[in-house]
């Protein structure tokens, strides 16, 4: 484990960056991919150390995930945006500053074909705002339990769950009284339905994934992510968690797997899979077989009583 603490104009300096190195780096001869964290809650402290390092070197250990640099900025209640005031600018900072840095001073691949991003909870639904507007910097995407709100319009959104500390910078991150397109800028949903083709057309590698039994009712957030990337055929990976909380003991069996998604994403399969391919030539043949196209359904819901 490092800290760094970067001197910046773009966010309250120096920023504290948090860095974990693989086994053998100091011996390897060729770089590692970048594995950029984002934290959840309202803090980012010692998450990367107390939380996170465990999972990652078990991971490394069993293969699930290729070595590679993991690096966590410490943002606080951050919302990983450019803040509407200009005073924090996070999304920059990430994708700019920090980004550059890790790559000019670490052992690290330049590229989008090395760089990936994650985050839980807070940090999920940053992965989201940074992923779906950069696209094209990242091999992949992983969202776990990401908290924003489920709703597709300004006024549905609640903030009466925000503690004050959170919402007394709410004016500075969304506008007083809040600028609605720059919110629809920054809300993962409204991302997906304003900027579909850039998405579709990206090449993002995204997982998005949660709990049915998230207290916090994060599952209703990615269902409708879900419906939105599913109906604008955007390629993604989807899992509802059966039994699985916002924290705790799921994550022994959630964490292999996103790890196990970003290893394929780093190192994709570049031979097909000849029986997939026999299965496909078959369905063409028979006529059953279509291209991808957005969803043709009628949206006709089904209520239940």
Known sequence: MEQLKLESTLVPSPA???????????????????????????????????????????????????????????????FYIDWHDGTNQWDTFITDQMLKYMREHY??????????????????????????????MFAAAVSIAPGFPAVLKLEDWDISYFDAKVLADHGSRFGNPVDRAFWRSTHPPTMVIDHPK???ESGLQLLIEVGDEDANGNFRSVELLHRLLFDAAIEHDYHLHRGAAHVGRSKEWRYPEVFRFITRALKPMTVKDPSAERHKLKAIQRGRFKPRTTNELPFTPVVFE
């Open 16 to 78: 504290t960056v948090d860095v974990l190195l693989p086994p053998g780096y100091e011996q390897a001869s060729q770089p590692f991919p970048l594995f950029i964290w984002l934290h959840g809650g309202t803090s980012g402290k010692d998450v990367l150390g107390k939380h996170m390092r465990s999972y990652i070197e078990k991971a490394w250990a069993t293969g699930d995930l290729l070595p590679c640099v993991v690096v966590a900025p410490v943002t606080g209640a951050s």
């Open 107 to 136: 052992q690290v691949l330049p590229d989008r074909s090395g760089t990936v991003i994650g985050g839980s909870s807070f940090g999920g639904q940053g992965t989201l705002r940074i992923a779906f507007r950069h696209p094209t």
């Open 198 to 200: 850039k998405l579709r």
